[in-house]
């Protein structure tokens, strides 16, 4: 299955790197469901959401598998991800403000993130001879995935037909203002609560992770389980028509490449689907960590040589600097510690400039790659660096052309450190038998932070360790001498005459919330917070000199719970 409207770019011979065997651990297909349903329709448009309920927050997924690059101004939240339409860009974005640590700190680590999965591609088929090529698919920098939609979000209770959005949360919010019913309660039903009439069973469960579960204890999408606090589900392929694809960065815009006016959705098609699951947990031993499961699937009626599956991470511990060796992610460093197989970003000088805390660690790591293959090879390069000498040499991070550079980088076992730079760093894993059609291959990737290298590994072993648990139900991964504290609700005043209600409410951990005013015929008057807000004690107020004298009701929905305080309007 080819995309149609392909442009062929020739790149030059066959990698003499490409290993002619592969003495890989045999490898078979997982017992359980790997895939949801398949269609061949686009999303509607691009959606991005920032996920992270604990430490490790905003951590930015799109519904075109790309991760990171959109970071949301500090003032701004949204109850329900932000759908973009073609072409369209975040304006309220603060590019490459993404991977906040700690939460609340306004302290940023991430500037862009990625998958990238490659391999050797029929590049002519004639019937007698083959010519294969490199084909690189990219989830960063300029994700050459469409958005697909979504089938099991046809038919929701709560928010009728919403497929054609293509990024879903366990935790999503019904949002206001647009004609739904039961605004500001959750789409979801959170696992062991008693759902409500208008809720839908989460359908996205990954039962791969079943085989380290013990039964009675099985994910089952039927019972709608979350594996997470939060849990994100997403589609992209790039074996659509270009014509047809929605992504980050599809049209292409020419003034960008001059001359040229091809769509930057990639000039030829690997043919693979990717679904995108993250998890995030917003206490416990995984509150320092963002986990991310990619089900990648061969829709070709041909098979792919030679299989590599990279993540790719550009870091930029604070965002100040503009040369090498300057402040924030200009004196950056890369590392790999072959005990822990983590390929990790830090600050050269142990220092920023406005940060409270003194910058800490972040590291990526392979939790589950098929066959056990684990990791083969790790990268690092500076920003704007060139790969090959002829004057045809594409640069890396440019993303239009250069696939046989990129899967150079991905089959490389090599790893080179750099002076104090903006560097990028990429973890490999490879290659993997003849991906058949119809083939999957199931990868498990987390990125964790640390307050230093040690934290970083402690982190790291305590991942693996509730990893090879199956991710049991919270409860069993939460610190044993952690107690919950309740959501609180206040009002400074429960008689007000003044023009505003002051309202206080305090949070177990960092999530969602809905604030909001209801007169005592339950119709709702004013919406006041909506979105994200972190732990501990948070303020907010009512303006009410437009309210008539009466009973009202302010209620809070936080953390699967619900809080409602009466307060008296007296005029």
Request: aromatic content about 12%; proline content about 6%; hydrophobic content about 35%.
């Amino acid at each position: 299955m080819r995309k149609m409207s392909v442009i062929l770019i020739m790149v030059g011979t066959v990698l003499a790197a490409l290993p002619s065997s592969y003495n890989q651990p045999e490898y078979s297909q997982s017992e359980y469901r790997l895939l949801g349903e398949i269609t061949n329709e686009p999303a509607w448009g691009w959606t991005h959401w920032w996920t992270g309920v604990g430490d490790l927050a905003d951590f930015t997924i799109t519904n075109t598998v790309q991760g990171g690059y959109f970071g949301r101004k500090w003032h701004q939240y949204h109850p329900y991800p932000v759908i973009l339409a073609e072409n369209d860009q975040p304006d309220t974005a603060q590019y490459g403000n993404v991977g906040e640590y700690p939460a609340g700190s306004k302290q940023y680590y991430i500037y862009a993130c990625g998958l990238w999965f490659g391999a050797m591609y029929p590049a002519e088929i004639d019937g007698t001879d083959t010519t294969w090529e490199p084909n690189v698919v990219k989830g960063a920098y300029r994700c050459d995935m469409g958005a697909m939609s979504v089938p099991e979000m046809e038919q929701t209770n709560a928010m009728s037909d919403i497929h054609v959005i293509g990024l879903y949360f366990s935790n999503m919010i019904i949002p206001s203002g647009i004609g739904y019913n039961h605004e500001g309660q959750m789409v979801f039903v959170v696992p062991g609560m008693t759902p409500k009439d208008f809720q839908d069973l989460w359908p996205f469960a990954d039962t791969s992770l079943n085989k380290y579960r013990p039964a009675g204890q099985k994910l089952d999408p039927a019972n709608g389980d979350w594996v997470s606090h939060e849990d994100t589900y997403a589609v992209g392929g790039d074996w659509i028509p270009e014509n047809e694809a929605v992504g980050v960065w599809v049209p292409y815009k020419p003034d960008d490449w001059p001359g040229d006016s091809l769509r930057d959705y990639g000039l030829q098609s690997l043919g693979v689907r990717v679904e995108q699951r993250t998890y995030s947990w917003a206490r416990g031993a995984l509150r320092n960590t963002i986990v991310l499961n990619f089900k990648i699937r061969n829709m070709n009626d041909f098979p792919l040589k030679a299989p590599y599956f990279s993540y790719f991470m550009d870091n930029d511990i604070g965002h100040s600097g503009s040369n090498p060796g300057d402040d924030g992610g200009w004196d950056d460093r890369v590392g790999y510690d072959a005990a822990h197989k983590v390929v990790y970003t830090y600050d050269d000088n142990n220092f920023e400039s406005g940060w409270d805390n003194d910058p800490g660690y972040i590291g990526c790591i392979f939790l589950e790659t098929p066959g056990d293959v684990g990791v083969t090879g790790c990268e690092s390069w500076e920003n704007d660096s060139y790969l090959g000498e002829d004057a045809d040499s594409i640069q890396l991070d440019s993303e239009h052309l250069g696939d046989d550079k990129k899967y150079e980088r991905m089959i490389s076992t090599n790893f080179v450190p750099h002076h104090p730079s903006d560097v990028r760093m990429l973890l490999n894993s490879g290659p993997y038998p003849e991906m058949a059609p119809a083939d999957e291959y199931n990868y498990t990737v987390a990125i964790v932070v640390g307050d230093d290298l040690n934290d970083l590994f402690s982190n790291i072993d305590s991942v693996r360790t509730l990893y090879t648990n199956g991710f049991l139900p919270w409860i069993a991964i939460e610190e044993d001498e952690l107690v919950k504290e309740p959501v609180g609700l206040r009002l400074v005043s429960a008689t007000v005459t003044s023009r505003e209600v002051q309202i206080r409410y305090s949070l177990p951990y960092t999530c969602n919330v809905n604030l909001s005013v209801f007169d005592a015929s339950g119709r709702r008057v004013q919406a006041l917070e909506q979105g994200a807000s972190p732990a501990g004690e948070s303020e907010a107020a009512w303006d009410a000199s437009e309210a008539a004298s009466g009973v009202y009701f302010v209620r809070l929905l936080a953390a699967g719970e619900a809080r409602t305080a009466r307060v008296l309007i007296l005029k």
